[in-house]
């Protein structure tokens, strides 16, 4: 049943546009605005994302202007070719179904693709002319061999409008094996096999998501495994769907359980506004919860309560100004029940300004709260699996209060791309000074909860940086993307009374005075499409990192992120996805959260931690 309702919502999704093209398509010929030369026209969208740049032509080699070129994926966006039948697609990235269409022509064009952050694809797209080449004859052959049937047309009337051609071509699907049903544009959708009319709460949308069952645990400590990090069972769930001309809205929900840290599960909902729209906004809410087992062999259980909650809400927007000017702002509202000031508020402001054809100006200033523990709880800022709170934590100093740091970033920057499209280089400088109050260090496999299970966190002081970076990324078409970053970083700490405390378990994590880093980030991300392989590799070295022994000064090292996803040749539902996950990671957070510099540098004797599974795309 989830299938059939699947397949129907997919094709009910674009009725609601469909109508809308039959009324423009049905205005007299006088009331339309003259066809004239101009450039592609292209969807807008952030200069974040990615785009598809290409040609689409005929059987012949000719280009054809006025075709239709569609993303259907994350967000939905629409080209049309210019006179020289050429195009652009700015997209968020993600992975996208990328369609093309004309009245004049017949398409056997239908490709996924997958769009990386500041990436360009190219593609020559044909179409074929009714009747060319062994008329319909070769077309059908065409079609077939695209993975594509074509439409039962005998007897009726079809518009030939954008939406109504959508429609009438989309790759069959349970439902349509079943019972080749015909969908009109504007009418209701029958559900094959029934009486009555669909669920109207169901028609018009188009569902897609993920299911994911996964296995975590973490290697480390003086007994390697241990007891209270044996591995741990996690269900992940999200969905999504086109919230009419408002944009999509999604779900996401993870549910973890296992031997010694009791159960935890996560909630997030929000709306996400279309890319191609002047405001592109984002709204949501987030909540979870966490409880544990009580262990009188555990003396932070005195001073802690045995279950947690956190509570979020959000809304930001990219509003493109004027051409060439994008601002971001935003507001985050969190609330933490095991904070001393539970209520954090943390507002950010950004602009990026095209000053010259490839070269970009950015500024950034934001003031976020950051809660201990707060990796926990909130979700990942990339769309990637979502895994529940597992460990648990405590203030190193006895009965002190658990207090969020207070980070305030400046920021300064320039971009730019050198290269063609399809193998660029952009080239990255920037400078920076940010200013925490009560910088939080975090603290593993110390004292009696020497399992890595549990922390500990305490603060240091607060501390003052000063900093300039550069960087290259380097894309390599579609398949490969990598960068370097290095930062050079003049701190000036003020010590804070719980130092003491912390410099008998970790004294490395205690800076005074001034002190100079040297920071050195690597990524690498590839997409292998003949194995049907996506790998993403993030490396850092810094030259401060807190030491795991009782060595008083911090020293040079590296920590790690490597996440594999292998797909399958199997299809547990009807144009789903089976891939294989295994990540492993000693980077304790996820560089792309906002917060201090020294978060990563001051966790001391951070454990491995693996996670595998597999992973149902729909």
């Avoid at 939406?163 to 790759?171: D, I």
């Avoid at 984002?282 to 909540?287: K, L």
């Avoid at 994008?326 to 000031?341: H, K, S, T």
């Avoid at 000036?492 to 405390?501: C, E, G, I, S, T």
Wanted: glycine content about 10%; overall charge neutral.
């Amino acid at each position: 049943m989830p299938r059939r309702i699947t397949t129907l919502v997919q094709a009910a999704a674009l009725a609601a546009i469909a109508a809308s093209a039959e009324s423009a398509a049905a205005q007299p010929a006088g009331t339309r605005a003259p066809v004239t030369a101009r450039a592609p026209v292209a969807t807008r969208a952030s200069l974040h994302g990615g785009s598809v740049l290409g040609i689409v032509k005929d059987d012949a080699g000719r280009g054809i202007g006025g075709a239709s070129v569609i993303a259907l994926g994350p967000t939905s966006a629409l080209a049309k070719t210019d006179t020289q039948g050429r195009f652009t697609l700015s997209l968020l990235p993600g992975e996208y179904v990328l369609r093309a269409s004309h009245d004049l022509y017949i398409s056997t064009y239908r490709e996924p693709v997958r769009i990386n952050s500041s990436a360009r694809l190219e593609r020559e797209i044909t179409l074929w002319r009714p009747g060319a080449g062994g008329g319909d004859t070769a077309v059908t052959a065409a079609m077939a061999k695209a993975g594509q049937a074509p439409a039962d047309d005998s007897g009726r009337e079809h518009s030939h409008s954008d939406a109504a051609w959508r429609l009438r071509h989309l790759v069959r699907t349970v439902l349509r094996d079943e019972a080749s049903t015909g969908f009109t544009p504007g009418n209701a959708l029958p559900v094959p096999g029934s009486t009555g009319a669909a669920t109207p709460a169901l028609q018009g949308v188009d569902f897609s998501g993920q299911v994911n069952f996964l296995t975590s645990s973490t290697l480390g400590g003086p007994a390697g495994w241990t007891p209270d990090q044996m591995p741990r069972g996690i269900a992940y769930l999200a969905v999504g769907a086109q919230a009419g001309d408002f944009g999509d809205w999604r779900m996401r929900a993870a549910f973890s359980g296992g031997q010694g840290n009791g159960a935890a599960w996560v909630l997030l909902g929000e709306l996400v506004g279309h890319e191609s729209a002047a405001h592109a906004y984002r709204v949501g809410v987030s909540y979870g919860a966490q409880g544990f087992d009580a262990d009188a062999n555990r003396p932070w259980y005195a001073t802690a309560s045995t279950s947690r909650g956190v509570a979020g809400i959000y809304a930001s927007d990219r509003w493109m100004a004027l051409p060439g000017i994008v601002l971001d702002y935003g507001l985050r509202i969190d609330r933490y029940d095991y904070l001393a000031d539970p209520e954090l508020v943390s507002p950010t402001v950004g602009a990026r300004v095209n000053v010259l054809p490839r070269t970009v100006v950015t500024s950034h200033v934001s003031r976020r709260l950051v809660a201990p523990g707060a990796d926990e709880f909130l979700p990942p800022p990339a769309a990637g699996p979502w895994v529940p709170p597992e460990r648990t934590f405590s203030s190193l100093v006895a009965r002190a209060p658990i207090r969020a740091e207070d980070v305030r970033h400046y920021e300064i920057g320039v971009e730019h791309v050198l290269g063609p499209s399809g193998d660029r280089t952009t080239l990255v400088a920037r400078r920076f000074r940010q200013a925490t109050t009560d910088q939080v260090a975090t603290v593993f496999g110390i004292g009696a909860t020497s399992d890595q299970g549990h922390y500990f966190v305490a603060t240091p002081g607060s501390v003052e940086l000063d900093g300039w970076g550069v960087g290259v990324r380097q894309q390599w078409r579609d398949r490969i993307q990598a960068g370097v970053s290095y930062s050079m970083i003049l701190a000036n700490w003020d010590p804070h009374r719980q130092a003491r405390a912390i410099r008998h378990v970790a004294p490395s994590a205690v800076r005074l005075g001034h002190e100079r880093l040297h920071d050195l980030t690597a990524t690498f991300d590839a997409d292998i499409p003949e194995t049907s392989t996506r790998v993403a590799v993030v490396v850092r070295a810094n030259s401060a990192f807190a030491r795991a022994d009782a060595g008083a000064l911090p020293i040079l090292d590296g920590r790690f992120d490597v996440e594999v996803h292998q797909a399958l040749p199997y299809q547990p539902i009807k144009g789903g996805r089976l891939e294989l996950l295994f990540a492993v990671r000693t980077l304790s957070r996820d560089s792309r959260n906002p917060g201090s510099i020294y978060d990563e540098v001051l966790t001391v004797a951070p454990p491995l931690r693996l996670v595998g599974g597999f992973q149902v795309r729909f």
